[in-house]
């Protein structure tokens, strides 16, 4: 993956509904500004329970979108990023049909799990409560099958998404398809979705057990004999994040965006410069992303909040949540928690721009910070664009993650991108894109509590960010071959 900033969109909402028509965008009024693409699952279907994170066929690209040779002709011209939904899959899919109406004869029996092919010898009620997820209830849906048999069917998220067992031989003949398919297109890099939940197993908490590791590492290495990286996605407490990063390729520093907010609101340094000094430097850094901003991130170990602390106070963080609320004039309340149907437990659903309260000024600060901490940035299509919350969207589907889900149109984003706030973070990108000292020696300091300073040298080359945190104001300094250069972040 280059060392540039890279976009993550779904196809269809960011300018156009084809991939044709988003590659025509990425090479025409945006060409030159990103490093590669994710392309959020544009699997055959996109608009499932989860936006197309519960593939009906995972081998299949959505036709509303496009083809297979449609993503070959991307991929040659751009790196391109794809999901891997290794847990589950499409209660829709045909494996589960055929499951449904075959039961046992099925050539998928055992594919999907069950509560009792995890504990055959049944579960007490602390072996049920030790099981992790991260959404309230338990973790099975009851179904009758098509052939009339009744399951407790595990569903670590919607009840549409069937977990899979990952183990059996059809669970691996499905995932290798997958990757094959991937590999057969271009696409350079996978992102394992959801994997942390994707071994189950009688008497532990069913998340990043020894055996997900092994798992990972299986992946990843078929990944690399295909010529593909492999970045995981998983929220934790934040050292459980450091011990996964020693064992993948990449990670997301999913800490960074609420100790960002955190710096803002509370006009202090010191708990993002201590992440600094400790945080993985194999990470993808974010604000935003599909999903909501994490809070389990910067929290306490929820299984001993005593002896592992987080990142921040216990009543800072929730302090934090309500000045979010507050920023985003209540419209982030209204979609997150039990607010919201598809809820996560740990995130906040809200545009990065609303959580700042729409603060130009600050929200290009934001950026910069994010774009000079080290690793690779990806910015989020509704980030790139100072979106607002979607509140229309929210109120059609009652998913709280459709917030920050917004479908723009080709004019929409080409207006856009004229705005002054869009058009000085496409500047700022092309900045941390083109300079040579952001492939240098990274440092950080900080002159008084609300103060922070941002540097990279490498030989000659320099550039450094200096933030007043509580003014919301900085400035960026960087060498040219004329001398130091200011760039102004308002």
Same mark, same amino acid.
């Given at each position: 993956?280059?060392?540039?900033?890279?976009?993550?969109?779904?196809?269809?909402?960011?300018?156009?509904?084809?991939?044709?028509?988003?590659?025509?965008?990425?090479?025409?009024?945006?060409?030159?500004?990103?490093?590669?693409?994710?392309?959020?699952?544009?699997?055959?279907?996109?608009?499932?329970?989860?936006?197309?994170?519960?593939?009906?066929?995972?081998?299949?690209?959505?036709?509303?979108?496009?083809?297979?040779?449609?993503?070959?002709?991307?991929?040659?011209?751009?790196?391109?990023?794809?999901?891997?939904?290794?847990?589950?899959?499409?209660?829709?899919?045909?494996?589960?049909?055929?499951?449904?109406?075959?039961?046992?004869?099925?050539?998928?029996?055992?594919?999907?799990?069950?509560?009792?092919?995890?504990?055959?010898?049944?579960?007490?009620?602390?072996?049920?409560?030790?099981?992790?997820?991260?959404?309230?209830?338990?973790?099975?849906?009851?179904?009758?099958?098509?052939?009339?048999?009744?399951?407790?069917?595990?569903?670590?998220?919607?009840?549409?998404?069937?977990?899979?067992?990952?183990?059996?031989?059809?669970?691996?003949?499905?995932?290798?398809?997958?990757?094959?398919?991937?590999?057969?297109?271009?696409?350079?890099?996978?992102?394992?979705?959801?994997?942390?939940?994707?071994?189950?197993?009688?008497?532990?908490?069913?998340?990043?057990?020894?055996?997900?590791?092994?798992?990972?590492?299986?992946?990843?290495?078929?990944?690399?004999?295909?010529?593909?990286?492999?970045?995981?996605?998983?929220?934790?407490?934040?050292?459980?994040?450091?011990?996964?990063?020693?064992?993948?390729?990449?990670?997301?520093?999913?800490?960074?965006?609420?100790?960002?907010?955190?710096?803002?609101?509370?006009?202090?340094?010191?708990?993002?410069?201590?992440?600094?000094?400790?945080?993985?430097?194999?990470?993808?850094?974010?604000?935003?992303?599909?999903?909501?901003?994490?809070?389990?991130?910067?929290?306490?170990?929820?299984?001993?909040?005593?002896?592992?602390?987080?990142?921040?106070?216990?009543?800072?963080?929730?302090?934090?949540?309500?000045?979010?609320?507050?920023?985003?004039?209540?419209?982030?309340?209204?979609?997150?928690?039990?607010?919201?149907?598809?809820?996560?437990?740990?995130?906040?659903?809200?545009?990065?721009?609303?959580?700042?309260?729409?603060?130009?000024?600050?929200?290009?600060?934001?950026?910069?910070?994010?774009?000079?901490?080290?690793?690779?940035?990806?910015?989020?299509?509704? =980030?790139?664009? *100072?979106?607002?919350?979607?509140? #229309? &969207?929210? /109120? @059609? %589907?009652? !998913?709280?993650?459709?917030?920050?889900?917004?479908?723009?149109?080709?004019?929409?984003?080409?207006?856009?991108?004229?705005?002054?706030?869009?058009?000085?973070?496409?500047?700022?990108?092309?900045?941390?894109?083109?300079?040579?000292?952001?492939?240098?020696?990274?440092?950080?300091?900080?002159?008084?509590?609300?103060?922070?300073?941002?540097?990279?040298?490498? =030989?000659?080359? *320099?550039?450094?960010?200096?933030? #007043? &945190?509580? /003014? @919301? %104001?900085? !400035?960026?300094?960087?060498?040219?071959?004329?001398?130091?250069?200011?760039?102004?972040?308002?």
């Amino acid at each position: 993956m280059k060392n540039k900033v890279q976009l993550i969109t779904y196809v269809d909402r960011f300018g156009g509904s084809t991939i044709q028509q988003f590659q025509e965008l990425l090479e025409g009024p945006l060409a030159g500004v990103f490093g590669g693409v994710h392309l959020l699952p544009f699997f055959y279907k996109i608009d499932g329970a989860d936006a197309g994170f519960d593939p009906i066929d995972h081998t299949r690209v959505d036709d509303r979108l496009g083809s297979w040779d449609d993503i070959k002709r991307l991929t040659g011209t751009a790196e391109v990023m794809a999901d891997v939904i290794v847990n589950h899959m499409s209660s829709e899919s045909p494996q589960f049909l055929d499951y449904s109406q075959k039961g046992s004869a099925s050539e998928y029996d055992g594919l999907f799990l069950t509560m009792e092919s995890v504990f055959p010898s049944g579960a007490t009620e602390k072996d049920l409560l030790a099981v992790y997820r991260p959404r309230p209830g338990m973790p099975f849906t009851m179904t009758t099958l098509a052939n009339g048999e009744r399951r407790l069917l595990w569903t670590t998220f919607t009840h549409q998404q069937i977990d899979i067992n990952v183990h059996t031989p059809a669970g691996k003949a499905y995932l290798e398809s997958i990757l094959q398919k991937l590999s057969q297109s271009g696409v350079s890099m996978v992102r394992l979705d959801a994997v942390g939940y994707a071994i189950k197993k009688a008497g532990g908490n069913c998340f990043m057990a020894p055996e997900t590791f092994e798992f990972i590492r299986a992946f990843a290495q078929r990944g690399r004999e295909l010529g593909l990286e492999v970045l995981v996605e998983i929220h934790s407490y934040y050292k459980r994040q450091m011990e996964i990063a020693k064992q993948v390729d990449w990670v997301y520093d999913f800490a960074l965006p609420p100790l960002v907010l955190h710096a803002f609101e509370f006009g202090r340094s010191a708990p993002l410069r201590a992440w600094l000094d400790e945080r993985p430097v194999n990470a993808v850094t974010v604000l935003d992303t599909h999903d909501g901003i994490g809070i389990i991130d910067i929290g306490a170990d929820a299984t001993d909040r005593v002896n592992h602390p987080g990142l921040v106070p216990p009543a800072e963080l929730d302090e934090l949540v309500e000045r979010i609320h507050r920023n985003s004039k209540g419209e982030s309340q209204l979609a997150t928690g039990a607010a919201a149907s598809n809820l996560d437990l740990y995130q906040v659903n809200c545009t990065f721009f609303d959580a700042m309260g729409r603060n130009e000024s600050a929200y290009l600060l934001a950026r910069a910070i994010q774009f000079f901490v080290p690793g690779v940035p990806q910015v989020y299509y509704v =980030g790139l664009l *100072a979106g607002e919350n979607d509140m #229309d &969207l929210l /109120a @059609k %589907t009652q !998913v709280g993650r459709d917030i920050n889900r917004h479908f723009y149109s080709r004019e929409e984003v080409l207006q856009t991108i004229q705005k002054p706030v869009v058009a000085r973070l496409l500047d700022l990108i092309r900045l941390r894109n083109g300079h040579p000292a952001f492939h240098g020696v990274f440092s950080h300091t900080a002159s008084a509590e609300h103060a922070l300073t941002l540097s990279w040298t490498a =030989g000659v080359d *320099a550039i450094r960010l200096e933030v #007043d &945190l509580r /003014a @919301k %104001t900085g !400035v960026i300094y960087f060498s040219s071959p004329t001398g130091e250069q200011p760039f102004a972040l308002s």
